[in-house]
């Protein structure tokens, strides 16, 4: 069974800083690997989606990379706002189209 | 549509109620996907159509739980004598997606959410 862990929970930055959050899969049998942003009482907004065949995606100041082989990815995001507070979800798709996502990481960037 | 929409938003019953979701998904897309998460946990699949087809519902907790997309469009999920451990946010979610073959995007794109909550 596929199990997705995110590091860390919850992370606290100032404003600007870069950041990396991670995730990790057991099952490296993906299709593809989507990372997602979640607002308090919103749905998931997709960030970005990487293709089992690709290192990486990159959108504006995000930048997310997958590591098949050892079941990992990272999400860079640059020069943090405080528009960027939210939860970020991680999820990977398998041969039977469903996704499973990590519990997620809360991050807060402070002015 | 413009994007995934579900109603209502949120839905408060008396455990015993039945409750109806609704998801509305994007025109055009081929797969839907029903997801339940729990509060401070990642969403966990229930069940996927295939158009009007129910491919995989092996993520339904028990049999009080029933999902239907009759004309391959909007769905409906279906929650018989709502008991407190119900109580979730029901997310859908669609994707253009045929197969793993397929020419099409498997991007899913999620709707706004339905909160339940259960007394």
């Known amino acids: 069974k596929q199990e997705v862990t995110q590091i860390p929970a919850a992370l606290s930055v100032p404003e600007g800083e870069n950041l990396v959050l991670n995730c990790s899969f057991t099952?490296?049998?993906?299709?593809?690997l989507q990372w997602f942003r979640q607002d308090p009482g919103k749905g998931l907004t997709s960030l970005l989606l990487?293709?089992?065949?690709?290192r990486e995606q990159t959108s504006g100041r995000l930048n997310a990379s997958l590591d098949k082989s050892s079941g990992r990815s990272t999400l860079y995001i640059a020069a943090s706002q405080p528009g960027d507070s939210a939860t970020y979800l991680c999820?990977?798709?398998?041969?039977?189209?469903?996704?499973?996502f990590g519990k997620g990481t809360l991050l807060t960037v402070n002015p | 549509g413009a994007g995934v929409s579900q109603s209502p938003r949120y839905k408060v019953a008396k455990r015993g109620q039945d409750v109806a979701l609704r998801c509305d998904p994007i025109?055009?897309?081929?797969?839907l996907f029903w997801y339940q998460q729990a509060l401070g946990q990642g969403p966990e699949f229930l069940t996927y159509?295939?158009?009007?087809?129910?491919?995989?519902k092996s993520g339904l907790p028990s049999d009080r739980f029933f999902a239907e997309r009759p004309e391959g469009s909007v769905s409906t999920l279906k929650i018989q004598r709502t008991q407190q451990e119900d109580s979730a946010v029901y997310l859908c979610?669609?994707?253009?997606?045929?197969?793993?073959?397929?020419?099409?995007?498997?991007?899913?794109?999620f709707g706004p959410g339905t909160r339940l909550t259960v007394l």
């Open positions: 159509f295939q158009n009007e087809a129910q491919l995989d």
């Open positions: 025109s055009g897309h081929v797969s």
């Open positions: 979610a669609s994707s253009q997606q045929l197969g793993t073959s397929g020419g099409l995007s498997n991007e899913q794109f």
């Open positions: 999820a990977v798709e398998g041969s039977n189209y469903k996704l499973t």
């Open positions: 099952d490296s049998a993906i299709y593809n």
């Open positions: 990487i293709q089992s065949s690709q």
